[in-house]
Every structure is written in structure tokens, then in C-alpha cells.
């Protein structure tokens, strides 16, 4: 405990050893619960796929299409973080679901938000909905979907894009005027870069406390290059929390084992950092044949995408990158006093370091991936 206690007192910088550790834990365990209702037939389930980064035809992807009313909440885990959960909730009025009771039928306490689709004008339920999550102290979003199908509807007629635009939002508006009214966000589920998608993202980030915000960032799929920086900037602050965390491992008197611990440590968080980026294989493969071009191939030739796809070659690199510094470790945890120190101060460097390197790696590959995808 002293070693530790020392360590804190020597670092002039806001992040304490106890503060990092938190901060992992807070990491590991956090939770979000988002949840999707709507009228059926709105897009619900497309929009529940987009919002976890799968297609409607993917494994594991929310049905579309197919003309059935969900009559109870149906969760969707995120395909690489479970923590972070999307329920399908039926719709309001529906004969199971009376509005007076709504709230209570779908256990409203264990959401952390609620997103209102809808693929044409909001009704009087959504309105109905929306005050009883306000009643709850809820937040709630509303969400026109399908605006692709509008806007190109309308170009046939000669309306440009955003004098659609424009008017869908004043007869959203219009129909949501007994609550302020409040914002409506335009999407198309079909591709997030287009329309209110980024915005609906900046307001819900903000509303969120922020250790709920990194799980957000981390979990949405990358849908724009400014997206992307925004994860490169949250995984850069992961790894410098993981790095300090892990300086306080080398009071633990076993030689090694500090090394073995920052081994994990590192594959984990790349690994997290590789599936947040969206380079895993099948992400990869599905945009190459999309847009036609060899992009899966171009990613493996980072020799980090590599290992992180193999998974074991990735602990030897980690190990050996780390392996220099864990023998000075090792050295000089047997040494009482300020060796700890010193051995904290080796730890923290090349750990971060490594963690840092291998971050900006994977965030060269994935930006080198949406400019191949011409993504905007
Ligand atoms: N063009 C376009 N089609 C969409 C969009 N979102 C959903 N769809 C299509 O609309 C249809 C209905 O979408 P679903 O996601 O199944 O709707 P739902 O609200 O889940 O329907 P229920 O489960 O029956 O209540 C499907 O054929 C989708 O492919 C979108 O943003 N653009
Ligand atoms: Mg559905």
C-alpha cells in the first residue's frame, strides 16, 4: 500500500492510481439500455440492426420486413460489447400495452433513454408516450426513419433535397406541438453518414453521464471520419487510464507477474479498439463487396490487424514489446524503497507507450478503410 500511496503522491498529474483503477472498473461494468419503440412497420428492428453495426441479413440481426407486432421487450445484445443492450419494445395502444400502463408494462426504470421511431407522421401516441417518459424523468428522442425513400420520392417529382428535408421536419413539428415541440432527427437506417444520424449521436453523448458516453462512442458503428477521431480520441484516454492503472501492479512481489497482467491487458483493449473501428474480418468483408474494392485485403496488411485477427500471435508481440521493461520490473520489486517507484515509472511508460502505438495503428487502418469505402 505504501509503494501505491507514494505512487499517487509523485504523480502531478489529475490521474491518481485510485482514480485509473475506478476508472477500469467503471469500464468493465458499465451498462446502457436503449430502448426502441414505435409504431409497427416505423423500422424499429432496421434501425436496432444499424444502431449495433449489422446489416438486416446478418446472424443475429432483429427481423425486418416481415409483418409482426413485437408483443413483449425483445433485447438485442451489442455483437462485441454485451453490456451495452437495445430492446425492441411493442408498440404503445396496442391491446396488450394500454398507454395509462405502458410505462410500467415495459419496466421503464431499466432504460437508460427511449428512441421514438417513426417512418411518417408522429401520432397521438407517440405524444402520449413521450409525456409519460417525461412523467418517469426519462429522456426520449424522437427519430423519423427512412428519409432516403422521402427524399428520393420527392427528386422524382423535382423537390430538392432539402426542401423535403425541411418539410419533414415542420410536419413532424406540427404534429409534436403539445410537447414544446421538441427535436426530431431524420435518418435512414440504410446509412447513418446521411442526415440527422451524427446529431442524434452529439445530443445523446451529451445527455449521458460520461462513463455511459464511452460506451456509446465505443459501441456505434463507424458511420463518418469524424466519428472515427471521436474513438481514437476515447480509446487514446483509455489507454492512458489502463497504463496508469497498471503502474500499481509492479508492488505485487512476484516477479512476472506484472508482465503477465499488462500481456492481457493490452490484447483485451486492442482487441476492443479492433471490433470499435470496425476492422474485424466480416465488417470488412461485407464494405469490400458493398462498395467493390479490395478493402479486407488492404487492412490485413497491418501487421497489428493481422495479429489481432489470430488472436495468439498478438500475446507474444505484447509480451515481447513489454518484455524488456518486465525484467528491469522484476528486478526491482526485490528492492525495497524507491525501486517501486522506479519500476511503476518504467511500467507506466512502456505500457502506455505500446497501448498508444497500437491504437494509432489501428486508427491509421481504419481511416485508410473509409477512405478506400469513400466514406465522408
Ligand atoms: N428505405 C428504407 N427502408 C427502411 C428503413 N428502415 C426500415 N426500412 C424497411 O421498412 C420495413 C419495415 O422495417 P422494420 O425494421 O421491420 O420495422 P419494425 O418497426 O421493426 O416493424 P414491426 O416489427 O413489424 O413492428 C423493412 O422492409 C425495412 O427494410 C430505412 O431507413 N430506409
Ligand atoms: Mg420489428
Given at each position: 500500500m505504501d509503494n501505491q500511496e507514494e505512487y499517487q503522491q509523485n504523480d502531478?498529474?489529475?490521474?491518481t492510481l485510485e482514480w485509473a483503477r475506478e476508472e477500469v472498473d467503471r469500464l468493465d461494468h458499465v451498462t446502457l439500455n436503449i430502448a426502441v419503440t414505435g409504431e409497427?412497420?416505423?423500422g424499429k428492428s432496421a434501425f436496432v440492426n444499424a444502431f449495433r453495426g449489422l446489416?438486416?441479413?446478418?446472424?443475429?440481426a432483429a427481423e425486418t420486413g416481415?409483418?409482426?407486432?413485437?408483443?413483449e421487450p425483445t433485447m438485442y445484445p451489442h455483437?462485441?460489447?454485451?453490456n451495452v443492450k437495445i430492446w425492441d419494445l411493442p408498440g404503445i395502444g396496442s391491446p396488450m400495452f394500454k398507454a395509462e400502463t405502458y410505462m410500467k408494462d415495459v419496466k421503464y426504470?431499466?432504460?437508460?433513454f427511449f428512441i421514438i421511431v417513426s417512418a411518417s407522421r408522429f401520432k397521438e401516441n407517440d405524444a402520449i408516450l413521450a409525456k409519460e417518459i417525461m412523467k418517469k424523468k426519462k429522456n426520449f428522442y424522437f427519430v423519423r426513419t427512412k428519409t432516403d425513400t422521402d427524399v428520393s420520392q420527392e427528386e422524382r417529382k423535382g423537390v430538392g433535397e432539402e426542401q423535403t428535408l425541411q418539410k419533414i421536419r415542420k410536419n413532424c413539428l406540427e404534429n409534436l406541438r403539445?410537447?414544446?415541440?421538441p427535436p426530431v432527427f431524420l435518418i435512414t437506417s440504410n446509412k447513418l453518414?446521411?442526415?440527422d444520424f451524427p446529431e442524434l449521436v452529439n445530443t445523446l453523448e451529451r445527455d449521458l453521464p460520461y462513463h455511459k458516453r464511452d460506451a456509446l462512442v465505443m459501441s456505434?458503428?463507424?458511420?463518418?471520419k469524424e466519428f472515427l477521431d471521436k474513438k481514437y480520441s476515447r480509446f487514446k484516454k483509455t489507454a492512458w487510464v489502463l497504463a496508469t492503472a497498471s503502474a500499481?501492479?509492479?508492488?505485487?512481489?512476484?516477479?512476472g507477474l506484472s508482465l503477465a497482467f499488462d500481456v492481457a491487458m493490452v490484447v483485451s483493449f486492442l482487441t476492443k479498439c479492433y471490433y470499435s473501428f470496425g476492422l474485424n474480418d466480416g465488417t470488412l468483408q461485407k464494405l469490400s463487396e458493398r462498395v467493390n474494392k479490395p478493402i479486407l485485403a488492404k487492412a490485413r496488411e497491418s501487421a497489428l490487424v493481422m495479429a489481432i485477427a489470430e488472436e495468439s500471435s498478438l500475446a507474444a508481440k505484447a509480451a515481447a514489446r513489454l518484455g524488456a521493461a518486465g525484467v528491469v520490473e522484476a528486478l526491482c520489486?526485490?528492492?525495497?524503497?524507491p525501486g517501486n517507484i522506479a519500476a511503476a515509472g518504467i511500467s507506466f511508460a512502456t505500457t502506455q507507450s505500446v497501448l498508444l502505438e497500437g491504437v494509432k495503428e489501428l486508427y491509421s487502418v481504419a481511416k485508410g478503410v473509409i477512405e478506400m469505402a469513400e466514406v465522408k
Amino acid at each position: 500500500m505504501d509503494n501505491q500511496e507514494e505512487y499517487q503522491q509523485n504523480d502531478s498529474g489529475e490521474m491518481t492510481l485510485e482514480w485509473a483503477r475506478e476508472e477500469v472498473d467503471r469500464l468493465d461494468h458499465v451498462t446502457l439500455n436503449i430502448a426502441v419503440t414505435g409504431e409497427s412497420g416505423s423500422g424499429k428492428s432496421a434501425f436496432v440492426n444499424a444502431f449495433r453495426g449489422l446489416q438486416d441479413t446478418d446472424e443475429g440481426a432483429a427481423e425486418t420486413g416481415v409483418t409482426e407486432t413485437t408483443m413483449e421487450p425483445t433485447m438485442y445484445p451489442h455483437p462485441t460489447m454485451p453490456n451495452v443492450k437495445i430492446w425492441d419494445l411493442p408498440g404503445i395502444g396496442s391491446p396488450m400495452f394500454k398507454a395509462e400502463t405502458y410505462m410500467k408494462d415495459v419496466k421503464y426504470p431499466n432504460y437508460d433513454f427511449f428512441i421514438i421511431v417513426s417512418a411518417s407522421r408522429f401520432k397521438e401516441n407517440d405524444a402520449i408516450l413521450a409525456k409519460e417518459i417525461m412523467k418517469k424523468k426519462k429522456n426520449f428522442y424522437f427519430v423519423r426513419t427512412k428519409t432516403d425513400t422521402d427524399v428520393s420520392q420527392e427528386e422524382r417529382k423535382g423537390v430538392g433535397e432539402e426542401q423535403t428535408l425541411q418539410k419533414i421536419r415542420k410536419n413532424c413539428l406540427e404534429n409534436l406541438r403539445t410537447l414544446g415541440p421538441p427535436p426530431v432527427f431524420l435518418i435512414t437506417s440504410n446509412k447513418l453518414e446521411r442526415f440527422d444520424f451524427p446529431e442524434l449521436v452529439n445530443t445523446l453523448e451529451r445527455d449521458l453521464p460520461y462513463h455511459k458516453r464511452d460506451a456509446l462512442v465505443m459501441s456505434l458503428p463507424v458511420h463518418s471520419k469524424e466519428f472515427l477521431d471521436k474513438k481514437y480520441s476515447r480509446f487514446k484516454k483509455t489507454a492512458w487510464v489502463l497504463a496508469t492503472a497498471s503502474a500499481g501492479i509492479t508492488v505485487i512481489p512476484v516477479p512476472g507477474l506484472s508482465l503477465a497482467f499488462d500481456v492481457a491487458m493490452v490484447v483485451s483493449f486492442l482487441t476492443k479498439c479492433y471490433y470499435s473501428f470496425g476492422l474485424n474480418d466480416g465488417t470488412l468483408q461485407k464494405l469490400s463487396e458493398r462498395v467493390n474494392k479490395p478493402i479486407l485485403a488492404k487492412a490485413r496488411e497491418s501487421a497489428l490487424v493481422m495479429a489481432i485477427a489470430e488472436e495468439s500471435s498478438l500475446a507474444a508481440k505484447a509480451a515481447a514489446r513489454l518484455g524488456a521493461a518486465g525484467v528491469v520490473e522484476a528486478l526491482c520489486i526485490l528492492v525495497p524503497g524507491p525501486g517501486n517507484i522506479a519500476a511503476a515509472g518504467i511500467s507506466f511508460a512502456t505500457t502506455q507507450s505500446v497501448l498508444l502505438e497500437g491504437v494509432k495503428e489501428l486508427y491509421s487502418v481504419a481511416k485508410g478503410v473509409i477512405e478506400m469505402a469513400e466514406v465522408k
